[in-house]
């Protein structure tokens, strides 16, 4: 037996082009998903522009710092349980793009 024949690959995998083609879905839902949950929590720190800060909490810095993280997490929530059909659009025009490129 040749000594090259018996050398093999450490660590790498082909990977098939259904695996390929699912990864590539799986990373385009995601990125809409997050677009979508960033979309939320702007619209909904929008909403609350020039409302005046709750008495319970005194308003300043760290209220606003507070607000912003609820807002983020509301959006990722939101996402979560279905959105607003924003993250299926995009996943829908991903998959186009990457078809056509």
Avoid at 1 to 6: R, V
Wanted: proline share 3%; glycine share 12%.
């Amino acid at each position: 037996m040749d000594p090259i024949s018996s050398i093999q690959p450490t660590g790498s995998k082909l990977q098939t082009h259904g695996e390929m083609q699912a990864q590539r879905q799986a990373q385009a839902r995601e990125t809409a998903e997050t677009f979508e949950a960033m979309f939320l929590s702007t619209m909904l720190s929008s909403m609350k522009m020039g409302i005046d800060p709750d008495s319970i909490m005194g308003g300043g810095q760290g209220e606003a710092a507070y607000q912003s993280m609820v807002s983020e997490q509301y959006g990722k929530a939101m996402t979560e349980m279905g959105g607003i059909g924003i993250a299926d659009a995009i996943y829908k025009e991903i998959l186009k793009a990457q078809e056509a490129g």
